[in-house]
């Protein structure tokens, strides 16, 4: 559970974020790039920026700056 967690310029390289509660999760310039399991819902209930890296594969929410 990372509810709320602040993951400001956090590296998970590696992470395994299956079924990860990341609501409210502030993922300011982290790097989730190689960050596994993740999915869009996981991302749509989190707080990330710009700056945030994500997986080729994944969009950035529309809530983000």
């Known amino acids: 559970n990372l509810n ?18 990341l609501t409210r999760a ?3 310039s982290a790097d989730l790039g190689a960050a596994q399991g993740l999915a869009e819902e996981q991302l749509e209930s989190a707080i990330g920026d710009g700056d945030t890296v994500l997986p080729q594969e994944m969009s950035r929410p529309k809530s983000w700056l």
């Not at 709320?4 to 509660?21: P, Q, R, T």
């Open 4 to 21: 709320g967690v602040k993951l400001y310029k956090a590296k998970l390289a590696g992470a395994d974020l299956s079924n990860a509660d």
């Open 26 to 28: 502030v993922l300011n």
